[in-house]
Structures are given as C-alpha cells and as structure tokens.
C-alpha cells in the first residue's frame, strides 16, 4: 500500500537558521507530492507541488523541496527560518491514475526559536 | 475571501444524534473531498466526488454519508454519533488530480 512517512514528529531551530523537513513516501512509480503548511487551528495551506520535471520545486515564503526517485524522498528546505514558520508541516502524496485521494504523512511540528 | 465555505466552524453533538456538515466551494472545481483530523489520525481521507459522483470512499462506516446536491456542495451526514467521531472535518476540493485545496474545518465535538 502506498504510504508517506515523516520520521521527524518535532523539530526545533533557531530564527535565522536553515531547515529541512524530511519525507518519504512509498510507491512503485512517481506519486504527485505536495507539501503543505498547518497553522494553530487553521486549515491547510498548500505550499509547494511536484509532478513531473524538474526536481527541486520553489513554493511560497521562501521554501523548496527536492524530489528524488532513487531515495524515494520528497525534503523540505528553508535557507533561513522566521518565527512565523512555526507550525504543523504535512507531506502528501497522491497517485496520478487513482482516486485522486492524498495519502498524508504523519505531520512535522515546526518551532522556531527567536 | 474564503473560496471553501465549511459550516458550522464548531460544533458540540450528543452521542447518538444526527448532525450535517456543510461545504460549498467557489473555485469552479469538479471534485470535492472529506478529510478527517483526530489525534489519532493526522489527517485522513473519507470520500472523493468527481462531477457529483462518489469516487472512493475510504470510511468503514456507513454512519458517513456525503450529499452533494449541487456540483459545488458536499455536505457530510453523520448519524449515530460516537464521542470517536470527534474531530476536525475537512473539505477540500480540486480541479482533476491537481493541487488540493482545503477549508477551515469543522471542529466535532460528541459528548
């Protein structure tokens, strides 16, 4: 079954530092892969999406994520954090002939020290 | 301007009664979902409608019941309530098997 996984629950770094988020996902061909951002009691906000093409995507707010089929691995990364980055970050993936569901990984809690 | 519309924001229900969920989107998608987030379950897929048609549904139970009356509604029926069923819901809608977009959720409580 076709699964993501996060293996960090909590992260922590300091205001000005570098992030990266991990996530891995498990699937026989290319799944899409999406990131996507959870502020305290808000809903989700989409940050960044891979389809096809080109491995490292650019979203919103300075972040980007690398994709890579070899390590099965879809990374989030920050060059410098703000404290208004603190929050529940969720990696998705979905497959592009099925049912159009996203399959979630666990979620990261993002804090970021000032 | 929210384009997902979900009502109400919160809601307190007693076990074993009936409560419906609204969702309305306004992005011209042609499909709509129902995710669910509980402690136990970060964030879970329920059903997916394409042009008011259900997809898949991943809920064992048939407590759950979508009603989509127009191509931008899904509403989601929940009888029998359980103090298990307490949760976020949320909608969420796209166009084909692209970037999904969500609402603010529906905050469950069944005491």
């Known amino acids: 079954a076709q699964s993501v996984t996060q293996p960090d629950a909590r992260v922590t770094v300091s205001e000005g530092a570098s992030l990266q988020l991990r996530c891995k996902y498990s699937y026989s061909g290319t799944p899409y892969l999406f990131w996507y951002v959870q502020y305290q009691r808000q809903g989700l906000q989409l940050l960044l999406k891979?389809?096809?093409?080109?491995?490292v995507v650019q979203g919103v707010n300075g972040f980007e994520a690398e994709f890579s089929k070899s390590d099965s691995s879809f990374h989030l990364r920050k060059a410098s954090v703000h404290w208004s980055d603190s929050a529940v970050y969720f990696c998705a993936a979905s497959i592009p002939s099925g049912s159009w569901q996203l399959i979630f990984g666990s979620g990261t809690q993002l804090t970021v020290m000032p | 301007d929210p384009k997902i519309i979900q009502k109400p924001k919160y809601l307190v229900a007693v076990t074993g009664s009936e409560k419906i969920l609204i969702c309305e989107q306004y992005?011209?998608?042609?499909?709509m979902y129902w995710y669910r987030q509980s402690a136990k379950k970060p964030l879970e897929f329920m059903f997916s409608y394409s042009y008011q048609k259900l997809m898949d549904n991943q809920t064992a139970s048939s407590r759950f019941q979508p009603q989509s009356s127009k191509k931008n509604h899904l509403d989601l029926q929940i009888t029998a309530l359980k103090p298990d069923d307490s949760a976020t819901y949320f909608c969420?809608?796209?166009?084909?098997?692209?970037?999904?977009?969500f609402g603010k959720g529906t905050r469950l409580t069944v005491v």
């Open positions: 891979y389809y096809s093409g080109d491995p």
């Open positions: 969420a809608s796209s166009q084909e098997n692209t970037e999904v977009f």
């Open positions: 992005l011209g998608h042609n499909a």
